[in-house]
C-alpha cells in the first residue's frame, strides 16, 4: 500500500459528510443523536457493511 496514497484518499474523505449522514439516519429511525451511538453505528458499518460495499463498487466501476 503507498503510503503517499493512503494519505491523499484519507485527507479527501470527508469525515463530517460521514458524521452528518450518521445521525441524519439516526434521526430517521428516532434513536437518540449521541456520539456513543454514532460511534456504534459507524464501527458496526465498518465491519459489515463496507467491505461488501467497496467490493460491489469496484467491481461496477473497473469490471468493464
Known amino acids: 500500500m503507498s503510503e503517499k496514497v493512503l494519505a491523499e484518499l ?7 459528510a460521514i458524521a452528518e449522514a450518521i445521525l441524519q439516519e439516526l434521526e430517521s429511525q ?11 453505528v459507524w464501527l458496526d458499518f465498518l465491519e459489515s457493511e463496507l467491505p461488501e460495499g467497496l467490493r460491489s463498487s469496484i467491481k ?4 468493464k
Do not use: L, R
Open 30 to 40: 428516532e434513536v437518540e443523536q449521541t456520539a456513543d451511538n454514532g460511534q456504534k
Open 10 to 16: 484519507a485527507e479527501w474523505i470527508d469525515p463530517k
Open 60 to 63: 461496477a466501476i473497473f469490471s
